[in-house]
């Protein structure tokens, strides 16, 4: 089975969730895009996001608390953008309503059956991903070229200690830190990880191509 990863460094997962779930004022549903790289190995596909592309106010069709559209322009512009830097795109989006259990809606799956089409006829259909935050808690899932419907992704959040978040699981606590190491959502976190790595360190796509074979130590 190929598995498949978004990866977000932890400096970049929190950019995403300031501007999901701002401290004040009201709390629609809010929308962006992430630049991805992609490593295809041989029985998993990760994507590694490296910039967050927020949709401003004036590109939404619409946004209430629980639905959102985006202009089909602003897209246009992101997949243009992304092309140009020869990146891939994970579109994410918030349920604002949602704390520690998240997926995404029978709107969200027809909008990204929607979006595959379109990605296939402008672009060639190159693999995109597709994430939606709860407060603390994330689902993913990946589209790969000429198929009608996705894979469920594995969601890693990458910096001083690894998070990971499966759509079947009980999600970690996004605020899981060093004071909660001996805690009881810290164990049930570290037994739900595969994977061990201390520190993260900026890397560029060549030393990332180069690296793969050692950066994947799942046990
Ligand atoms: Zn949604």
Same mark, same amino acid.
């Given at each position: 089975?190929?598995?498949?990863?978004?990866?977000?460094?932890?400096?970049?997962? &929190?950019?995403?969730?300031?501007?999901?779930?701002?401290?004040?004022?009201?709390?629609?549903e809010r929308a962006a895009f992430l630049l991805a790289n992609r490593v295809e190995g041989k029985d998993r596909g990760i994507f590694l996001g490296y910039r967050l592309v927020v949709v401003p106010e004036d590109a939404y069709l619409e946004k209430a608390d629980d639905f959102l559209q985006v202009k089909s322009e602003f897209i246009c512009e992101v997949a243009r953008m992304?092309?140009?830097? &020869?990146?891939?795109?994970?579109?994410?989006? &918030?349920?604002?309503?949602?704390?520690?259990?998240?997926?995404?809606?029978?709107?969200?799956?027809?909008?990204?059956?929607?979006?595959?089409?379109?990605?296939?006829?402008?672009?060639?259909?190159?693999?995109?991903?597709?994430?939606?935050?709860?407060?603390?808690?994330?689902?993913? &899932?990946?589209?790969?070229?000429?198929?009608?419907?996705?894979?469920?992704?594995r969601v890693q959040i990458v910096g001083e200690n690894w998070q990971e978040f499966s759509n079947s699981q009980e999600p970690v606590s996004l605020r899981f830190d060093r004071q909660q190491v001996f805690g009881l959502q810290a164990q049930r976190a570290l037994a739900s990880m595969k994977i061990g790595l201390v520190g993260l360190r900026p890397l560029h796509k060549a030393q990332i191509l180069e690296e793969t074979p050692f950066a994947f130590d799942f046990r």
């Open positions: 089975m190929n598995q498949q990863i978004i990866r977000l460094p932890k400096a970049l997962h &929190s950019e995403v969730t300031a501007h999901l779930f701002p401290d004040e004022g009201p709390q629609p992304a092309a140009a830097e &020869s990146a891939y795109l994970i579109e994410l989006h &918030s349920h604002p309503g949602c704390v520690r259990k998240v997926g995404f809606s029978r709107l969200d799956c027809a909008g990204q059956a929607r979006f595959q089409k379109y990605l296939t006829y402008k672009l060639g259909g190159p693999p995109w991903g597709a994430l939606v935050f709860g407060r603390e808690s994330v689902s993913g &899932s990946v589209w790969l070229p000429g198929t009608e419907s996705s894979l469920e992704a």
